[in-house]
């Protein structure tokens, strides 16, 4: 069974500082991840994926992921923090021995706040 | 481009009612996800449709719940008998044929059952 695991409800950040939203996963097979991010009153949005290939994922609004197999763990990062970025953040994987996209499993998500 | 929109955006309903929720996917996404997200928790998936093919309903809670997809757009779920525990923000999402691991949610439609 597939699951994913995000340890922290919540994480405080003094903007202009890194942060860290943690994400570990259990797939039988090799995984897809994902960071998907909810912005307060608005819907779920994309923000990066892992597939193959390279171990760290750039994707929207200056955020990072990095895949590491051995730790089963794909924490996103961003060197610098934005009030803005304050937000609710869902890790979510997906084992690719399923052919249907409908087995994205996604974590019950983690409250980002950057103070100013 | 117009993005999925769900319909209402609110819903209070009293125990026993039978709610309809609509979503509008982006046009020409062929797969279009249902998900549930209570207070506190991460989402739940609930079913999928991809094209003409057989929907995926094996997250759908309980057979009050049932959900479905005219013409390969709009969709429709409908929870008969509500119960308080059906209280939540229901999501949907639709992705393209091309790049289906990556969903473009709606607004979300917040259901209350009193």
């Known amino acids: 069974a597939q699951s994913v695991a995000q340890p922290e409800d919540q994480v405080n950040v003094a903007e202009g500082n890194p942060l860290t939203v943690k994400c570990t996963y259990s797939?039988?097979?090799?995984?897809?991840l994902f960071w998907y991010v909810q912005y307060p009153n608005r819907g779920l949005q994309f923000l990066l994926k892992?597939?193959?290939?390279?171990?760290l994922v750039k994707g929207s609004y200056g955020f990072e992921a990095e895949f590491n197999k051995s730790q089963t763990s794909f924490h996103l990062k961003k060197p610098s923090a934005l009030v803005s970025d304050s937000a609710l953040y869902f890790c979510?994987?997906?084992?690719?021995?399923?052919?249907?996209?409908?087995?994205?499993?996604f974590g019950s998500g983690t409250r980002l706040s950057i103070r100013p | 481009g117009a993005g999925v929109s769900q319909s209402p955006s609110n819903k209070v309903t009293e125990k026993g009612k039978d709610v309809e929720l609509r979503c509008d996917p982006i046009?020409?996404?062929?797969?279009l996800y249902w998900y549930r997200q209570s207070l506190g928790q991460g989402l739940e998936f609930l079913i999928y449709?991809?094209?003409?093919?057989?929907?995926?309903k094996s997250g759908l809670p309980s057979d009050r719940f049932s959900a479905e997809r005219t013409g390969g757009s709009v969709s429709t779920l409908t929870i008969q008998r509500t119960q308080q525990e059906d209280s939540a923000v229901y999501l949907c999402?639709?992705?393209?044929?091309?790049?289906?691991?990556?969903?473009?949610f709606g607004p979300g439609t917040r259901l209350t059952v009193l």
């Open positions: 046009s020409g996404h062929t797969a």
């Open positions: 892992y597939i193959t290939g390279d171990n």
């Open positions: 449709f991809q094209g003409n093919s057989a929907p995926d």
């Open positions: 979510a994987v997906r084992d690719r021995w399923y052919s249907s996209a409908s087995k994205i499993i």
């Open positions: 797939v039988s097979g090799n995984p897809y």
């Open positions: 999402a639709s992705s393209s044929h091309q790049n289906t691991d990556t969903q473009y």
